[in-house]
Every structure is written in structure tokens, then in C-alpha cells.
């Protein structure tokens, strides 16, 4: 799949509210540097109401400095430059715990 129509079968993802698999690795809006997915829902100590979509590393760095960790939205997601790893068992039942654990919070 070229990058294009991956961008735009990303869109309809997030519109639908759905996550993308962690091992994504996204460009932001007005970002430099490509992050690679590998979380979701995340809370930010010092902004305890928000609850962001994503966080991530740096690509191809990682982890490499705990303060290096990134949170951002389905929103900023400029452009996708490969797909993380999905399966019909693990990651669909992961899905579907959080979409009930964040149904909950609401």
C-alpha cells in the first residue's frame, strides 16, 4: 500500500475510533522527527483530566531518556510511514478492553 492511500485508511481509522497498532510509526503535524507508537491512552501526571490517544519515542532512537516520551492525538498524525503489528487475538482483545475502560471514564 502506498503511502497515500495508507494516510487516507489511517483517516478513516480515526474517525471510526479506533487505534493504531503499537510498532506505528507516525509523523505529527508540523513535526521533524517520526515517532514510533507504543502506547495509548495515556495521562499526563501534571494535566490529570486530559487523556491523550498516544505516546511514543523518538524513531529510530526509542527510549532513550524517560522524559523523552511523547503524547499526542489521532488528530496531529500527519502521516503514517508503517503499520504496527495487528492480530486477530491479543491486539483485538486489547482493543476492545480499552475501548470499554475508556467508555467507563466518560
Not at 506505528?24 to 507508537?37: D, P, R, S
Amino acid at each position: 500500500m502506498d503511502n497515500k492511500k495508507m494516510v487516507k485508511a489511517t483517516k478513516k481509522t480515526v474517525i471510526k475510533g479506533k487505534y493504531l497498532p503499537v510498532g506505528t510509526v507516525v509523523l505529527l503535524e508540523n513535526g521533524k522527527k517520526k515517532l514510533m507508537i507504543t502506547g495509548f491512552a495515556v495521562i499526563n501526571p501534571k494535566e490529570e483530566k486530559k487523556v491523550w490517544d498516544y505516546c511514543g519515542c523518538l524513531y529510530p532512537e526509542g527510549i532513550v531518556k524517560a522524559n523523552e516520551i511523547f503524547l499526542f492525538d489521532h488528530k496531529q498524525i500527519k502521516k503514517v510511514y508503517h503499520l504496527g503489528l495487528k492480530d486477530d487475538k491479543e491486539e483485538k482483545q486489547f482493543k476492545m478492553y480499552l475501548k470499554k475502560q475508556l467508555q467507563e471514564k466518560k
